[in-house]
């Protein structure tokens, strides 16, 4: 029974998904409305999970998600479940890409129209600058950036170690720093074909104080975005 739900559902996303990047690219244009595209697959893809898969979620620490103001998210990334949530949760959210997922067609265009903040990891130095003043330019335009600091999906329960970039940007932008912990590896691995039933926990902490040194900021990431949800 879960092969066949899953089977249908991966279907139904990829319908959903690239449906909504052709038909609705128009609306990336009107700057009121831009993100209204996002949302509808946001909303699509969770009425898919909750009637064909029976996965649902459930949001801890509301109170601590920025409304009306810029902020950056360090999120947990386990599953391709996060990518389209945020858009539910977070005002205008400009993603930390790798410039590989610029090769999808179609797709590619709401990033740029969205102004995602795109990674080339192969640049060293040079990407780290960029990605500072990337993040630096679409705070002070009050949007809320979404990083994924471990660079990379883990599977649930697998600790990675935190890629320098968010603390750069940590050092030279003047934010609200939330760290994100979420278990939707549980159910939607890492490149796993099966979607198992379940409810997706995602939690929201309270902001980091600024003026941490590089070791008190990263072990507060480290342990908060892999705290144990119930």
């Given at each position: 029974m879960i092969f066949i739900r899953s089977l249908i559902f991966n279907i139904y996303f990829i319908f959903v998904t690239f449906g909504v990047a052709i038909f609705l690219c128009p609306v990336l244009l009107i700057k009121p409305i831009q993100f209204y595209p996002s949302r509808i697959w946001t909303h699509?893809?969770?009425?898919?999970?909750?009637?064909?898969?029976?996965?649902?979620?459930?949001v801890e620490g509301k109170e601590n998600i920025v409304k009306n103001s810029d902020a950056l998210y360090i999120s947990k990334h386990q599953s391709a479940w996060e990518t389209f949530m945020f858009y539910a949760f977070v005002d205008k959210p400009a993603f930390v890409l790798k410039k590989e997922l610029m090769?999808?067609?179609?797709?590619?265009?709401?990033?740029?129209?969205?102004?995602?903040?795109?990674?080339?990891?192969?640049?060293?130095?040079?990407?780290?600058?960029?990605?500072v003043l990337d993040a630096k330019d679409r705070i002070q335009n009050k949007r809320q950036v979404v990083i994924f600091p471990e660079g990379t999906r883990t599977n649930h329960g697998e600790i990675a170690k935190l890629n320098p970039g968010v603390y750069s940007i940590y050092k030279e932008v003047e934010t609200r720093y939330i760290p994100v912990a979420l278990d939707s590896g549980k159910c939607w691995g890492r490149n796993a074909f099966y979607k198992k039933p379940g409810v997706i926990t995602i939690k929201f902490f309270p902001a980091l104080p600024?003026?941490?040194s590089k070791d008190e900021f990263t072990k507060q990431v480290h342990d908060l975005i892999n705290a144990k949800l119930d």
């Open positions: 699509l893809t969770v009425l898919g999970l909750k009637y064909i898969c029976g996965i649902t979620h459930k090769r999808i067609p179609f797709v590619n265009f709401f990033f740029i129209a969205l102004k995602m903040i795109v990674v080339d990891r192969s640049a060293g130095s040079k990407s780290l600058r960029k990605l600024l003026g941490l």
